[in-house]
C-alpha cells in the first residue's frame, strides 16, 4: 500500500494550488493524512459512510468520497467544504489517489519480478512473458549494482539511491535482503567500464559522505544483455562484495572484472587452503609475524619489488630493508626479491586472509 507521507505530499500538493483542504481515512476511520484539523470526523461518520450504498456524501460541511482498489474500498477521501468547488476537487484528489494506488501497485510488480529473477525463482517462459506484461524490455544492455549499507532497513540510503536515478529512466531500484540495495542500470551505447566505474564511486562517496567508520560499499558485475542474464550479473555483484571485503577491506568500490586472482582464492575449498598453507609456511603463518615485517611485505609489493622506493617510502636504509627480507627468507624460505618467491608469498597471504574469514563466518 502507499505510505501515508506520499499520501500527505500529495494532499498538500493539491491544498497549495486549490485551496482546499483534504483529508484522507482508512476504511476503519483512523487518519491516513490530512491538510487541515479533521478530528470533527469521527470514525463512526466514516463506518457509516462505508457501510452506505453512496458512493459520495455531503456531511458535516465536508463532501465524502469513496476511493477503490480493483472495486475493492481502499480509503475515504473527504474535501472540506459544501460547495461546488470543493465537489469537483474531491473528485480530482480521488482520481489523484487511484492513480497513485495503481502506480505503486506496478512499481511493486516490478520490484517483485526483478527479485525473483536476481534470485533465480523464475522459469525462463516467465521472465519473458512477465517482463512483456511489465512492460520491462528483454533484449537490452544492463548491469547490477549491489550496494552494502551500513545498517539493515536503512530506508534513508535507498531514498538517497533512487533520488540519483530519473524515476521515468528504466534504471530499477530494489532490494533482495535486509541491507543490501540492488541497482539494475541501464547501459548505454557510450558506456564502459570507466564509466559504471564512475558511477560505483559515486554511489559510494555519497553513502559515506559523513566520514562514518562503518562505511558502504559498491560492488557491480559485468554487463548482460538479455533480461535472463541479470542473475548471472547479480551473483557476479555479489561475488565483488564479498571478495572486496576480504581482500580489499579499504576498497569502497570492487568490480567483478577486476577481482583477479581473488576471484579463485574465494572459490577454494578450505581444507585445499589449509593444506597449501602448511606446505608454504610450515609453523611460520602470517599470524605469527610482527606489525613491521607485515608492513615491510606489504609495501616492497605495493612498489613492484623495488627494494630501493621500498625504503625510501618505509624511512629505512636500503640495508636495513635487505636484512630484514633476508630474515623472512630464513624464515619461510621464500625470498620474496624474487618473482616466483613473491607470487607464491601473495597468494599465500591471499588465502590466509580468505581462511580468516571463513573462521569468522562460521
Known amino acids: 500500500m502507499i505510505s501515508h507521507q506520499v499520501i500527505q505530499s500529495s494532499l498538500e500538493e493539491l491544498r497549495g494550488i486549490t485551496r482546499i483542504d483534504l483529508c484522507v481515512l482508512e476504511t476503519d476511520g483512523s ?10 470526523i469521527t470514525q463512526e461518520m466514516a463506518r457509516s459512510f462505508v457501510q452506505s450504498p453512496a458512493e459520495g456524501q455531503n456531511l458535516q460541511g465536508c463532501h465524502f468520497f469513496k ?5 475493492i474500498l481502499a480509503y475515504i477521501l473527504i474535501a472540506k467544504g459544501s460547495g461546488d468547488d470543493a465537489y469537483m476537487i474531491g473528485k480530482v484528489a480521488v482520481s489523484e489517489l487511484q492513480n497513485l494506488i495503481v502506480a505503486y501497485k506496478e512499481r511493486f510488480d516490478r520490484n517483485n519480478f526483478i527479485q525473483n529473477l536476481l534470485l533465480d525463482n523464475l522459469l525462463l517462459v516467465d521472465i519473458y512473458s512477465q517482463a512483456k506484461k511489465l512492460h520491462i524490455e528483454t533484449e537490452a544492455m544492463r548491469v547490477v549494482y549491489l550496494i552494502e549499507t551500513r545498517d539493515e532497513k536503512d530506508v534513508m540510503a535507498l531514498e538517497a539511491v533512487r ?15 535486509q541491507k543490501n540495495i540492488v541497482v539494475v542500470k541501464a547501459v548505454g551505447e557510450g558506456d564502459t567500464y570507466e564509466t559504471l566505474d564512475e558511477v560505483a564511486v559515486m554511489l559510494a562517496s555519497m553513502l559515506n559522505g559523513d566520514g562514518n567508520a562503518s562505511r558502504s560499499r559498491v560492488a557491480y558485475g559485468t554487463i548482460v544483455s538479455q533480461i535472463r542474464d541479470l542473475s548471472k550479473s547479480y551473483k557476479e555483484a555479489k561475488m565483488a562484495l564479498e571478495v572486496g571485503k576480504i581482500f580489499y577491506p579499504e576498497a569502497t568500490v570492487n568490480a567483478y572484472h577486476t577481482l583477479g586472482i581473488g576471484r579463485l582464492i574465494y572459490q577454494l575449498p578450505q581444507p585445499l587452503c589449509e593444506m597449501f598453507m602448511s606446505e608454504v609456511f610450515k609453523e611460520n603463518t602470517p599470524d605469527t609475524f610482527d606489525e613491521e615485517t607485515l608492513s615491510t611485505i606489504e609495501k616492497f609489493f605495493e612498489n613492484n619489488l623495488n627494494v630501493s622506493e621500498t625504503a625510501r617510502q618505509l624511512f629505512v636504509h636500503r640495508n636495513t630493508l635487505v636484512y630484514r627480507l633476508e630474515k623472512l627468507q630464513k624464515t619461510t624460505g621464500l625470498d620474496i626479491r624474487v618473482f616466483e618467491d613473491a607470487l607464491t608469498f601473495k597468494i599465500a597471504l591471499m588465502v590466509a586472509s580468505y581462511m580468516r574469514y571463513l573462521e569468522q563466518e562460521q
Open 31 to 40: 487518519q491516513v493524512a490530512s491538510t487541515f484539523d479533521a478530528s470533527g
Open 67 to 71: 476511493v477503490y482498489d480493483e472495486g
Open 163 to 177: 533520488s540519483v536515478f530519473a524515476p521515468k529512466s528504466q534504471d530499477i531500484i530494489t532490494a533482495v535482503d
